[in-house]
């Protein structure tokens, strides 16, 4: 884990509501894995004073990016930042997703802003070429789907759900993901799922029917970031377990949900 500061190479609105921003900071794009999140500080001042966290939407050599979306204070004041700013950044933290040995076959699913930790671990995904990875992307609207064209762009074939039809079929990812696997009985893949916990506890059930892996990305409110004030504790089969630490990747057959 590294403290260090970060300058922003870019940092612009993708549709309302949600931005992308560039990070130039070599130590820990080097370090960061799919899945592992940073901590950001919000502020010039002592407010908002914890950190704030967000996954790595994409890594290169040099830095990531993050997308986020613009929810209270902290998320203000980042996206008001403007290339050449400087930002106090700790990271890479928590363990990230882990792709079991020799499987090939995966499907990436995706709640609203969840897809935003997704898209690193898709670019992986599509470097494996033996098998096959779809992604299905949910949203409550077309106003809030995010990363489409970024899944095409890499080949990765996409199913879209929205909560009103505006895109995509008219249902839950979790329903697409159902019907799915009832359709392509022999596929058996790994799934990898991050969005709202209602989306990622129906993903779990539906796996572990199947008797198909299913690892989840859990999302807490986090204060120190590093396991030390057992803020972001949940429950698992194995006692409790923190989200900063332990996760937030988690086997979602060990989650008590
Ligand atoms: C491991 C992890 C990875 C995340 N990755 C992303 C990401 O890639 N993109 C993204 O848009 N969001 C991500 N989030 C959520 C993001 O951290 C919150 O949206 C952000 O902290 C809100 O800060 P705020 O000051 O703008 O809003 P606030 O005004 O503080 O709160 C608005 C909402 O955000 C929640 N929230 C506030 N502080 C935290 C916190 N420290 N941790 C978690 N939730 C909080 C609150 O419960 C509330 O619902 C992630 C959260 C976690 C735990
Ligand atoms: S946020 Fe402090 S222990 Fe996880």
């Not at 500080?41 to 830095?63: E, K, M, V, Y």
């Not at 929810?71 to 930002?87: A, D, H, V």
């Amino acid at each position: 884990m590294i403290q260090g500061t970060g300058k922003v190479i870019s940092n612009r609105k993708i549709k309302p509501g949600y931005c992308l921003m560039a990070v130039k900071c070599q130590p820990i794009a080097k370090k960061a894995k799919p899945g592992q999140f940073l901590t950001i500080r919000c502020g010039d001042t002592d407010t908002p004073l914890l950190r704030r966290p967000f996954g790595f939407h994409r890594i290169n050599a040099s830095g990531f990016e993050i997308l986020y979306e613009i929810k209270g204070k902290g998320t203000r004041f980042l996206s008001g930042l403007k290339p050449g700013g400087m930002i106090d950044l700790l990271g890479p933290l928590g363990n990230g997703f882990t792709v079991p040995k020799g499987r090939k076959n995966f499907i990436i699913l995706a709640g609203g802003i969840g897809v935003a930790p997704l898209a690193s671990l898709a670019d992986a995904l599509a470097k494996i070429k033996s098998g096959k990875t779809y992604a299905i992307l949910g949203a409550r609207s077309r106003k809030n789907l995010l990363c489409v064209e970024h899944f095409g762009n890499i080949g990765i074939e996409t199913i879209v759900a929205t909560d009103d039809g505006s895109c995509g079929e008219k249902c839950f990812a979790t329903d697409i993901l159902n019907s799915f696997l009832s359709v392509k009985k022999d596929f058996r893949p790994v799934i990898f799922a991050c969005g709202p916990r209602g989306m990622l506890k129906a993903a779990g059930r539906i796996a572990e029917k199947r008797g198909l892996e299913c690892y989840v990305s859990l999302e807490e409110n986090i204060a120190c970031g590093v396991g030390a004030c057992l803020g972001c504790a949940i429950k698992t089969g194995s006692g409790y377990k923190l989200v900063c630490k332990d996760g937030p990747v988690f086997n979602a057959k060990e989650v008590i949900w």
